[in-house]
């Protein structure tokens, strides 16, 4: 009867210290640490340990398709690794009597390793038997794993062909399916424990001042400079809705980082983005020097061409155009300048540099270019020393004489200052009407009188 209860004490101290100790890693490690079991039949857990590595940590991994020799750009540098995880069961005669029962596992450790940590641990309990040994084992995993391996930094795993060799810990689990798969999950691994580490950090945002949690913020990815989701958005919207795709850059004094589409599509509404998707893909297309658009105004097609012929050919309309002048292609003929392009040619041909010159020289011909000069000059001389009759538009200059003028063309009266027509029964009424705009202004501006009306149709 005594060592019933005696057993009985026994027991129920068991259970008293088991929940004690998972009480106490409960309030020391957060719920993506740990995570506990407790009911009448189990009583266990999972144990994360997330290792703790040097600064600029480089990893490799040799894969059947890697050269024997690892190059300097197959290395990347991590933040953070899979965690080690231990999954592990309180036995009724624990710590009384047995340790826990566990397994350990690992994407990145292969198994010799980690049968060499299931046999420390079983190393620690022996020192220390009889006793709760959960914390001591969390403790050194995460602080103590890194440096017992003995592993180094830059880190070059390889492959394990001993994955099922008896003779290693049947506790010591390498938890990865395909050895090919390793460094992408490593890798996406990195990324989204960063993107934890973010979220649950305090930030001051660079431009309303405000002290945000990270999960509220986002980071340029190239600056790292971190702002609050509110004020990006608001930047966003603004630069987006002004057309200027390229103005979403880090808003810090002289920075030019640029914003990557996923931050713009998380910050803005579906049509917003929209419009941004649509101006950010004809700039990338405007930049390519291969391709042009459609110059159907209704088509507007991106249109890959041969810059060598100048020959363009719409895959969607089928409007085959020259690529310099947007009109229909006209072989190795100079092309045809609009009538509204001559004062454009003009000005880019006179401030242009002699490459330049050179190049509009070939695409348009060296007279044209030439008589477009020559064009310009006559209709500037024309815009400031003549005027248009108002009858047959042609232009006239006044030499001398009164302000009441006659078109040499068209024989019709018009009126030099308001260039208003005047009937050709009394022209001069015009001067003498008590409403007219030009009332005694006959002579106005005229040094030197002349009964006769000299004029030059040009």
């Given at each position: ?183 992408p999950v490593i890798l996406e691994y990195n990324k989204q424990a960063i993107k934890l580490d973010f979220d649950k950090s305090f930030f001051p945002c660079q431009v309303c ?227 007219s705009p030009c009332r005694n202004k006959l002579f106005e501006g005229v040094n030197e009188f002349d009964d006769e009306d000299d004029l030059m149709w040009m």
């Amino acid at each position: 009867m005594k060592v019933l209860n005696v057993l009985s004490f026994v027991m129920t101290e068991n259970k008293e210290q088991q929940e004690d100790e998972l009480l106490a890693l409960s309030s020391i490690y957060d719920d993506t640490v740990i995570s506990l079991v407790q009911d009448n039949n189990d009583c266990g857990g999972q144990f994360s340990a997330r290792l703790h590595f040097p600064e600029n940590f480089q990893l490799a991994v040799i894969t059947d398709k890697t050269d024997d020799e690892i190059k300097p750009k197959e290395f990347h540098t991590l933040k953070h690794l899979p965690p080690l995880i231990l999954d592990f069961q309180l036995p009724p005669d624990y710590p009384s009597d047995n340790p826990p029962q566990f397994t350990l596992s690992c994407k990145w450790l292969n198994r010799k390793q980690l049968s060499l940590l299931c046999a420390k641990l079983d190393e620690l309990w022996e020192e220390d038997k009889g006793s709760v040994i959960l914390f001591t084992w969390t403790n050194f995993l995460l602080d103590d794993s890194y440096s017992f391996l003995g592993l180094e930094n830059p880190l070059i795993i390889s492959k394990d062909t001993n994955r099922k060799d008896s003779a290693l810990d049947s506790r010591a689990i390498q938890d990865i399916a395909s050895y090919d798969r390793l460094l992408p999950v490593i890798l996406e691994y990195n990324k989204q424990a960063i993107k934890l580490d973010f979220d649950k950090s305090f930030f001051p945002c660079q431009v309303c001042f405000g002290e945000k949690l990270g999960s509220q913020c986002i980071k340029f990815l190239d600056c790292d400079h971190v702002y609050c989701k509110s004020c990006m958005r608001d930047y966003f919207n603004v630069q987006i809705n002004e057309g200027n795709v390229k103005g979403l850059i880090c808003p810090y004094d002289k920075c030019e980082t640029q914003a990557h589409p996923c931050q713009v599509q998380e910050l803005v509404n579906q049509e917003v983005f929209a419009k941004y998707d649509r101006m950010l893909l004809m700039t990338s297309l405007d930049q390519m020097v291969d391709v042009v658009y459609c110059p159907r105004p209704a088509c507007q097609y991106p249109v890959s061409v041969d810059k060598e012929s100048n020959f363009g050919n719409c895959p969607s309309c089928r409007y085959v155009f020259c690529i310099l002048c947007q009109l229909v292609y006209h072989g190795l003929s100079p092309c045809k300048i609009k009538s509204d392009g001559l004062q454009k040619l003009r000005d880019e041909y006179n401030n242009a540099d002699e490459k330049t010159k050179k190049l509009l020289e070939k695409r348009y011909g060296k007279q044209t270019i030439e008589a477009a000069v020559a064009e310009c000059l006559t209709k500037d001389w024309l815009d400031q020393f003549s005027k248009t009759c108002p009858s047959c538009g042609a232009s006239i200059q006044k030499i001398d004489g009164c302000n009441k003028m006659t078109c040499m063309k068209c024989r019709a009266h018009f009126c030099w200052l308001c260039e208003e027509y005047l009937p050709r029964n009394n022209p001069y009424s015009h001067y003498n009407t008590l409403n007219s705009p030009c009332r005694n202004k006959l002579f106005e501006g005229v040094n030197e009188f002349d009964d006769e009306d000299d004029l030059m149709w040009m």
